[in-house]
């Protein structure tokens, strides 16, 4: 009898593998118990799934990104969904637009999927059986779990959302943290970080121009003009952090255009995670103390 792991892994390194199923699970929604599971139509699948006795719709959705990086840094992955008639648009207004909610990847084979996609499963278990199928939960690979951590566009067609390890907590204590001699743990603007001053650069390190006019926190019914900067409240557990947002051009706002959802108006003033970025931020060199939250010591020479 072969465990659950080793069921997985004979799959995985068979060469007449079974078609893998990738399922999501957006969960912890500001003001919302809300769990929603979808997939996105991998092998050509169009209709929802049973898996663990959870339904997963069919949403079509793209999602990239999330394999190891080589140079060191976090993976930064990315999942864009269909947002058909605005139906996610809608969904998301009144909720940050997911920002800070989690969502756990759950990888595994058709032939493990619940009985109750298979038509008569229990009245026809020899077919079943003889076509390699095998009801298991437990047979899957071990779920990736992510934070949303920003809104990278949104139309009429999708909304593409990039995602942070869930290892990017703030409130993480050091037993449990990894140790990563260029990556920063800390939220931007959070406690760990400490930084309150203006906007510097957004998450590539490209600088702002310099004259910057702040306009307070942002509201409907304002003329705001190109290289204006807001802020938005973002609630985090029992407490918030301040998000700040450049004016990128002149408009009129209105919920349309409020920075968290209209890229094309707002650039989100953000963080690299990096020593330089921390540099932009707070004066001194960088052998001095900064508030960086990884842990450049560790570095192998």
Known sequence: ???????????????????????????????????????????????????????????????????????????????????????????????????????????????FLDKDNFLNYDSEIDYWNSMGINPDPESKLRDESWVINQKMVEDKFAIQFELTSSLDLENVTVPKRKIINNYCYWKYRGRGCGYKGDPLADSNDVKFTSSLTSRGEWEEGISYNQNDFVFLNMQEGDGDRRAVYVCTETHSSSLEFKPTINSKYWTLDACSKTINGCCFRFEGDPQEHLPFGGFPGSRVY
């Open 1 to 111: 009898m072969f465990n659950k792991s080793e069921n997985i892994n004979r799959e995985l390194f068979d060469a007449k593998a079974n078609s893998k199923i990738e399922l999501f699970e957006i969960y912890q929604i500001k003001g919302s118990e809300d769990a929603l599971r979808f997939h996105g139509g991998l092998n050509e699948i169009s209709k929802s799934i049973i898996f663990d006795s959870k339904e997963y719709s069919y949403i079509p959705c793209h999602a990239e990104g999330f394999e190891s990086r080589n140079d060191g840094k976090m993976s930064r992955p990315t999942i864009k969904i269909i947002n058909f008639d605005g139906f996610l648009s809608k969904y998301i207004k009144d909720k940050d637009d997911l920002l800070g909610a989690k969502i756990k990847r759950i990888r595994t084979f058709i032939k």
